[in-house]
């Protein structure tokens, strides 16, 4: 899990490099490869290549596209740190959610959890000079819809291959990249082109990775250590764009990462007992 988050910071860590460019176009980018290898799995092990629960399925992969353009977006508008932090408010969401649509009953210490992580998000606003609201609500918004994806997952269930979710994810994010890139295409220029090839690769290992760790070991232990992707980003933030963090929007960060982690290991013992 840990090379998963590393390689998820290095395809953001692209994104943000290739700034001038569209999200769309990235989106494209990025998506591209991700396609050609799940079609391939899907084909070569040959499993259906639509699957069970087509209309979930494509609700996942508009929403799920949704969310990849509005965080592409919001690196345009904000530090690589901060955007990576704000981003994962989605199990805030996905609790709201889960009350509404599943059902799900959230204990008191879990909604105090929270909003230590809100009063985070409101630190970072308030000490980050390069997030303006604009920007807080895309990132929001990607963070809403990266909730409700994690809710459609959980309801596709073990009903249809984790391929193709990621397939009918990556041919959504594709096609709309493809479409969203004919208003904003722009052509990469000499080393430009390595980035783009780079930003594919590091996506599609960063997926597998993920998925291959989800596979071996229980989810409540593998997700806290997707919050090391914070720490990577705010190195690499540091060291490749010069980010600068003022201490308040860096304990911001601390509180919105501790809250969730906090939830985490109530929610754990809350199965556990």
Known sequence: MLLSTLFFTLMSTMVKYLAEFGAFQLVFFRSLWTLIFSTSFLIY???PLWGNQKKLLVMRGFIGTSSMVLFFMALHFMTLGSAVTLRYT???FVAILAVLFLSEKIKFIQWICFGISFAGVILVKGFDATLDYFGLLI???????????YTLISKIGSKDHFMVIINYFMLTATLIGALGSLF????PEGNQWLYFILLGITGLIAQVLMTKAFQIGPAYKIAPYKFVEVIFSLAFGILVFMDVYTFYSLFGMAMIILGLIMNEVFKKRSLTQ
């Open 45 to 47: 092990h040959k499993i």
């Open 139 to 149: 990132i929001l918004l990607s963070s809403l819809t990266s909730a409700i994806t």
């Open 184 to 187: 904003q295409w722009k052509n």
């Open 90 to 92: 989605a199990p805030f």
